[in-house]
Nanobody
Framework: QVQLVESGGGLVQAGGSLRLSCAAS????????MGWYRQAPGNKRELVAV???????NYADSVKGRFTISRDNAKNTVYLQMNSLKPEDTAVYYC??????????????WGQGTQVTVSS
């Protein structure tokens, strides 16, 4: 019974910035990986950035140098700072928590998705 709650999406002009947040709730012992994925209409869901419990990060080439992912393990929260946004960043952004361990399970979870729209 783990839930992910996202915030921070919205409409921004090209060159602007947004900060996404995602907090996991429940009787969680550990979350192996937290990250962000995005999906535009007609496209497959793609990885944007992920960070492990140890702090190792991985970014899609298209966002390197512009986006920064971070997490607060004590709060089970992951953040995505998005700078220099481009219209091609427009998509629904989904929070993901992988390897979520409780006393009775180990599973992956998805947030509900938050719309990010970048206008030109």
């Amino acid at each position: 019974q783990v839930q992910l709650v996202e915030s921070g999406g919205g409409l921004v002009q090209a060159g602007g910035s947004l900060r996404l947040s995602c907090a996991a709730s429940g009787s969680i012992l550990i979350i192996r990986v937290m990250g962000w994925y995005r999906q535009a209409p007609g496209n497959k869901r793609e990885l944007v950035a992920v960070v492990t419990s140890g702090g190792t990060t991985n970014y899609a080439d298209s966002v390197k140098g512009r986006f920064t992912i971070s997490r607060d393990n004590a709060k089970n929260t992951v953040y995505l700072q998005m700078n220099s946004l481009k219209p091609e960043d427009t998509a629904v952004y989904y929070c993901n928590a992988g390897g979520v361990t409780t006393t009775i399970s180990r599973d992956d979870y998805w947030g509900q998705g938050t719309q990010v729209t970048v206008s030109s």
